[in-house]
């Protein structure tokens, strides 16, 4: 596999986030920070707040107090679309992302919005093994080939920072490789890669950092070496 | 005792395809069961739960051949794609797993208790009174399997139910499965996570291409 068109990565911090849905608080006063090109499994148990955590960083959910940042761009001065510049964030229900008529469209809308052309579509059909389905409704495909299709249009977008929430979920082994082969390639050519996640496997093969999330706060933060 | 599904070279072709999705099943499912069925991606897994349970080709269309006779009264069922069972018409976590029930006319009181007991045995108490559209991934999923038990099925299918899951989560919820079919119900469970289904499984099923290429105990088909 030659190497994969991505932007420079970004660093993001959270500074002193504090955010609530009705009645209940879901983070409390976090601070973190990640390094341009840091690859971090963001792990913990379900209603940790890992997902809205890193919602804030596409300005989807704002927090009550904080700052979030991406690079220079201070998230809460910036719309949503205007994030996705920087940020590519590849949503836990992959449904939420799909709705174009081919597997092709849908994985060219996001590179053709940013006006950043559409050429390396099918190399990332490619990559991930998708392109025997590009003619293919998305729908028409199992769940974790419609999830596969969401990660390459997230993908193809080239982000400087990736979010990948629960990118493996219901994958088997062979699915879980190519993952894992993207993010590798991607983290080689300086992306930042952040991603939820409660499969080991994948943990293990990509993460050079574990941060765990544990009722809305930083229960504990390490470095770790990525498995050959 | 008699089987509550019963298939016989049965086939299932989805509407506006040639090819079917399933062919030539020929198996049972018991009160009591735990069957974990497993297989490749696109291996016809999820086709298989639906058949079972009935919802295919009755809610899918398409084409049934074959013989499936059934005695399944209550069916439940848990999507892969849990966020797509949410009603959208209730406020809290209490009344979206109380909706199955009330739908059904089941009286009130027997509505509350039965949403009251799905809800502790699915360990979604504490969310009672979320609004479902701010639960996470793996709330989700606890809740949507609350949903499911709150309408009490005799036959319960569940497609990867624990892939959104922490690993305490995940197991609590293949030994909730036991609990259930020791109780009385028949439980399918789709899932590519072979070592956990074999811990909690009575019974397992590989399929290939759309046929089920073995049958027999988790150890021997899982192994």
């Known amino acids: 596999m030659s190497a994969v068109a991505a932007a420079a990565g970004f660093p993001v911090r959270w500074e002193g986030v504090r955010f609530g849905y009705t009645g209940t608080d879901v983070l409390h006063d976090v601070s973190l920070a990640i390094g341009a090109g840091e690859s971090v499994a963001l792990l913990g148990p379900n209603g940790a707040g890992k997902t809205t955590l890193t919602r804030m960083l596409m300005g ?142 994948l943990v293990r093969a990509v993460a050079q950092r574990e941060v765990v999330l544990e009722q809305g706060r930083i229960a504990a933060d390490r470095r770790v070496s990525p498995s050959p | 005792m008699k089987p509550i599904v019963r298939l016989r070279g049965a086939s299932f072709t989805y509407p506006g395809v040639h090819v079917p999705a399933l062919h030539g099943l020929d198996f049972e499912v ?73 739908s059904h006319g089941v009286p009130r009181e027997r509505v509350l208790a039965a949403a009251q007991r799905a809800m502790r045995q699915a360990q979604v108490e504490h969310l009672a009174e979320r609004e479902p559209s701010t639960l996470s991934g793996g709330e989700l999923q606890r809740v949507i ?30 030994a909730l499965l036991r609990e259930v079919a020791e109780a009385g119900a028949a439980v399918l469970v789709a899932t590519p996570d072979v070592e956990r289904a074999a811990k909690a499984a009575t019974r397992a099923l590989l399929l290939e291409r759309g046929r089920v290429v073995r049958d027999g105990t988790p150890t021997e088909v899982l192994a």
């Open chain 1, 60 to 201: 989807l959910a704002r927090p009550r107090a904080g700052r979030v940042s991406v690079g220079d761009w201070d998230v809460a001065a910036k719309r949503p679309h205007e994030m996705a510049r920087r940020v590519g964030y590849a949503f836990q229900h992959a449904d939420q992302q799909l709705f174009a008529r081919t597997v092709a469209d849908d994985v060219a809308f996001g590179p053709q919005r940013l006006g950043i052309g559409a050429d390396q579509v099918s190399d990332v059909l490619r990559e991930l093994g998708l392109a025997e389905v590009a003619g293919r409704h998305p729908y028409d495909l199992p769940a974790p080939l419609r999830k596969l299709v969401s990660l390459a249009g997230v993908f193809a977008m080239q982000p400087g920072v990736l979010v990948l929430d629960e990118p493996t979920a219901g994958f088997d082994r062979d699915l879980r490789g190519r993952v894992v082969g993207a993010l590798r390639r991607r983290s080689e050519a300086g992306a930042t890669v952040i991603a939820i996640s409660h499969d080991l496997a």
């Open chain 2, 30 to 102: 018991r009160h009591g069961e735990v069957i974990a069925v497993t297989g490749p991606i696109g291996a016809g897994t999820t086709t298989l739960l639906l058949v079972a349970a009935g919802f295919a080709p009755r809610l899918t269309g398409g084409t049934l051949a074959g013989e499936r006779e059934s005695l399944v009264a209550r069916p439940g069922i848990v999507f892969a794609t849990p966020w797509t069972q949410l009603t959208g018409l209730c406020h809290s976590v209490f009344a979206e797993v109380a909706f199955g029930p009330a």
């Open chain 2, 145 to 174: 399997v609350a949903s499911a038990l709150a309408l009490e099925p005799d036959l319960l299918a569940l497609d990867d139910p624990a892939a959104e899951l922490d690993p305490a989560a995940a197991d609590a919820l293949y």
